[in-house]
């Protein structure tokens, strides 16, 4: 009788084992995957955080660039309107000169940003993505149309800081 006592003692802890095993094994895999899921969320607040960072940091340089290229514009308007007397004067090529190089070196930081200048040539179409059209001139002489710089654009990668803004020189009659 002890040996059927004993039987039935073992198939009782057996199946108790086999109970507790499956709830081990079932809170595992729950676990588990709650495990996975928090591994997922981090990682996506990981990549949220490094996207929102790399959008805030492209717009407050956008921004300077931007405050920049006012600067640029003064600069280039000054520098084509320096009246004959400061030309003629006697430190009037040092004061050009100078002038010139502090242009090549705010050029410079715009390069070193990956800015690429937008300066159509006279004989480049119009393109509206990069060109601003200011005005349009007629001028009966010509066969083609041409484009005037007025002030040259910027651009990074691809996008579009500030188009160029250009005149369209045209044989209005001919087009």
Known sequence: MSDSKENVENEVVEEI????AEEVVEDLEYFKNKFMRAQADVQNMRRRMHDETEERVRLRLESLLSD?????????????SIPQS?????????F????????Q????????HGVVFISPNSTDDFDPEKH???ETVEN???????LELLSRGYCMGTKILRPAKVRIVSNISQD
């Open 68 to 80: 920049l290229m006012r600067v640029a514009d003064y600069l280039e308007a000054g520098l084509s």
């Open 105 to 112: 070196a705010l050029d410079m930081v715009f390069i070193s």
């Open 140 to 146: 009966t002489e010509l066969d083609a149309p041409q």
């Open 132 to 134: 601003e059209a200011v």
């Open 17 to 20: 084992v086999e109970e507790v």
């Open 96 to 103: 050009i000169a100078g002038m010139n190089a502090i242009q």
């Open 86 to 94: 400061v030309k003629d004067a006697d430190q009037g090529e040092a």
